[in-house]
């Protein structure tokens, strides 16, 4: 079955196939180059197009956007807020009871760090001092980066940054005293 003449043809083949992919990556690092092909001197790169970029007036980085969230709230929908109140409800209750977290029944306007039995962090507990009441502001600031707001808080949610979505949540949240 095999024989030599067989063997002479498949040498062939391979070493045949070998020379023209040798070829062919010779031809092709010749038709095309990454980079600009001469030395490493530093003549400068004459470029086919240029984009014009206009400067910046701003150097010290963008300012923040401030939002009117009494107009969010006046506009707030309940039943998108439910939506979100998916986010919290892995840790959080509207039934009276606590979980992971306190349950949030009259949350607006309540005191901070006030529900009877449940073992706040002592970051939150020193948060009450600074910010009594869960009034709207304070929910959202809380709402949008709960870590940044109460440094140490045992509540690992990362936060709602939409606000239009921060307060659809807060109007639903008012819905369940």
């Known amino acids: 079955m095999f024989n030599t003449m067989t063997l002479t043809k498949a040498a062939g083949a391979f070493i045949g196939a070998l020379l023209f992919l040798m070829l062919a990556n010779w031809a092709a690092s010749g038709l095309f180059t990454v980079g600009h092909g001469g030395g490493h001197g530093e003549d400068e790169i004459t470029q086919a197009y240029s984009v014009p970029v206009p400067e910046s007036t701003d150097s010290s980085g963008a300012e923040e956007e401030v939002i009117d969230f009494a107009a969010l709230m006046a506009s707030a929908d309940a039943a998108a807020g439910e939506r979100e109140w998916a986010k919290c409800r892995a840790c959080h209750a509207l039934d009276g009871s606590d979980g992971v977290g306190p349950h949030l029944n009259g ?3 309540r005191e901070v760090a006030s529900v009877a039995g449940f073992g706040y962090s002592g970051a939150m507990t020193e948060h009450a001092a600074e910010d009594p009441i869960w009034d709207y502001e304070t ?7 709960p870590r940044g707001e109460v ?17 659809n949540l807060i109007a639903f949240l008012e819905t369940n005293p």
């Open 107 to 109: 949350v607006v306007d």
């Open 139 to 145: 929910l959202q600031l809380f709402i949008e980066n």
């Open 151 to 167: 440094s140490g808080t045992a509540m690992s949610f990362a936060g709602i940054r939409d606000p239009e979505a921060r307060a």
